[in-house]
């Protein structure tokens, strides 16, 4: 994984000390809220329903165990002893004390980390593909290329007042396992007929108010002028976005009433205008970057061979396990979702556990999910088992991965001040419901995300069921939404009619997934049935 070198050191810890001063002069009144609020934004500060909430950034997900140790650090000694990862691979911490924020990101600052970016109309942290660097599919290790991404978009003087916030992620596989196209920009690295790699471009997706696909701006750009590019597209619409209607200030908006191909044709103007002006960094720059990803040391010819003679741990390892391009190992993912726990939580014993079980078992290297879980990408077989059984003693062994039981929550209205409705409860009772009916291994795959509001942070529109929260004359009411998808064939969930209450959104979901098990097909998800069959029988079973 990346390491500071002094540049980063020194630029980190100089962002501490400023704002250590900024906190101090904001707790003597020298400081209104208002003048205090942009600067503690900049450093990831919320102010939330009941306390500041910090959100520290984890690029591109990845993440040494002295750098976990340090998060459950902080949980234990400033927060009420757990984190919640979030996702944007990132983690928050929701009981913050101002006073402790200054001393909290110089904690961070020890072991490589801060919290720059991870709020404001700027570049957020950028993302990618869990399995990066595991995975048998991939074209290369799409993470040199994020944290290339990363530097250049770090305090970028141009693009720290964005219209609004602005989100990147990079892959480099046919299978999307990052919701790329549901980003600002979106970038799979790709080879050309040529061999050579470089990057496809897909602009203006996101969710929130309005979801919109990224469409693909352009389908090859040479890897020497990956910078360039993203320049180029990121100063279009710092131009053109509009600033006078937040709910109208994204990329995809932008891109939508300019038409992709307008949009691409200015993009494609001041990339020409950029090349001349050599803004690209040197190509030693990215192979400096690429020698801190390299493979790990694998043990030559590790044993292929796994017992799976318990039954629960086969369970884990079918559901929760993923091929890896080095025989002998296997990707192990941890499920943050506890039948009746909370989506993304884990306690600071947990993150210490999960650090130790990283450095033992998985070369000091450990992954956030978008879907709030915890990856250890670099397994040998022969440890899975007893590592699934330290996972297991510490209620980290659940075999739910992509089930319904697994589900993408935001804080909702328990924490955000922008929520209208709870997300929490609505999870722990229908992973609940299902967990006790027995039906969760019988539908499959199924993929279940929960928003409070219609910011979307829970990623409902991309759920093969999405639930949002509104607010209905005072009253928490929940809209079912069926036939989103993240992935390859990304689509967009559309909403099945009236809403429901809490317990009646359960009893709902429960509604569409027996609708799904009387009409599929062998061998097909839920997402496959649904786009079969089409809406109808779904709001016939669900409305009369």
């Known amino acids: 994984m990346y390491r500071y070198d002094q540049y980063d050191q020194d630029m980190v810890d100089a962002r501490v000390a400023e704002f250590r001063d900024q906190t101090q002069r904001r707790i003597e009144g020298k400081l209104t809220e208002d003048q205090f609020k942009p600067l503690r934004l900049q450093n990831g500060l919320y102010l939330q329903l009941h306390a500041y909430m910090l959100r520290v950034a984890v690029p591109y997900g990845t993440l040494s165990s002295a750098q976990m140790h340090m998060l459950a650090d902080i949980a234990d000694k400033y927060d009420r002893g757990y984190g919640h990862f979030t996702t944007r691979q990132n983690i928050q911490y929701n009981w913050i004390k101002l006073e402790d924020a200054p001393q909290i ?189 390299t493979d790990p040391a694998f043990q030559a010819g590790a044993s292929d061979d796994l017992d799976l003679s318990d039954p629960d741990f086969a369970l884990w390892v079918e559901r929760n396990c993923l091929a890896h391009k080095q025989s002998g190992y296997i990707v192990a993912n941890i499920s943050l979702k506890p039948v009746g726990g909370i989506p993304g939580d884990a306690s600071a014993a947990q993150i210490h556990l999960m650090a130790d079980l990283a450095k033992e078992y998985s070369f000091d290297e450990l992954r956030v999910t978008h879907a709030q879980n915890i990856v250890l990408p670099h397994v040998r077989k022969a440890d899975l088992y007893t590592l699934w059984q330290k996972l297991d003693e510490a209620g980290l062994g659940a075999a739910n991965l992509d089930t319904i039981e697994d589900i993408i929550a935001c804080p909702g209205l328990d924490y955000c001040s922008l929520a209208n409705a709870r997300s929490i409860p609505v999870a722990q009772k229908i992973a609940t419901r299902f967990a006790e009916t027995g039906k969760s291994g019988t539908l499959g795959e199924l993929k279940l995300k929960i928003s409070g509001c219609i910011n979307a942070c829970g990623h409902h529109h991309a759920g093969h069921i999405g639930i949002l929260g509104v607010d209905r004359k005072g009253v928490e009411n929940y809209q079912l939404l069926l036939g989103g998808c993240e992935g390859d064939d990304t689509s967009l969930g559309q909403i099945t009619g009236p809403g429901f209450d809490e317990d009646g959104i359960v009893g709902a979901v429960e509604t569409a997934t027996d609708v799904y098990l009387a009409n599929r097909k062998d061998g097909e998800r839920f997402l496959d049935t649904y786009r079969r069959i089409g809406m109808a029988p779904f709001k016939e079973a669900l409305y009369g």
């Open 105 to 293: 990101l110089a904690d961070l600052a020890t072991v490589e980390m801060h919290a720059i970016q991870t709020s404001g109309n700027c570049i957020r942290n950028i993302s990618s593909d869990q399995f990066a660097g595991a995975a048998a599919d991939e074209i290369v290790d799409p993470r040199p290329y994020a944290e290339l991404l990363r530097q250049w978009s770090s305090f970028h003087p141009e693009f720290l007042a964005l219209p609004r916030k602005f989100k990147i992620c990079v892959i480099a596989s046919e299978t999307d396992r990052a919701a790329m196209k549901l980003h600002d920009i979106g970038i799979r690295i790709v080879r050309n007929d040529q061999g050579e790699l470089g990057a496809a471009f897909y602009v203006g997706g996101g969710m929130g108010r309005t979801p919109m696909i990224a469409p693909l701006l352009r389908e090859f750009v040479p890897l020497d002028q990956l910078i360039t590019y993203s320049e180029a597209c990121l100063r279009v619409y710092n131009r053109y976005g509009r600033r006078d209607n937040k709910y109208k200030a994204r990329i995809k908006i932008l891109v939508h009433e300019l038409g992709k191909d307008e949009y691409a044709r200015q993009v494609e103007e001041e990339f020409a205008h950029l090349q001349t002006l050599g803004i690209e960094p040197p190509i030693a720059e990215l192979e400096r970057i690429k020698t801190y990803f």
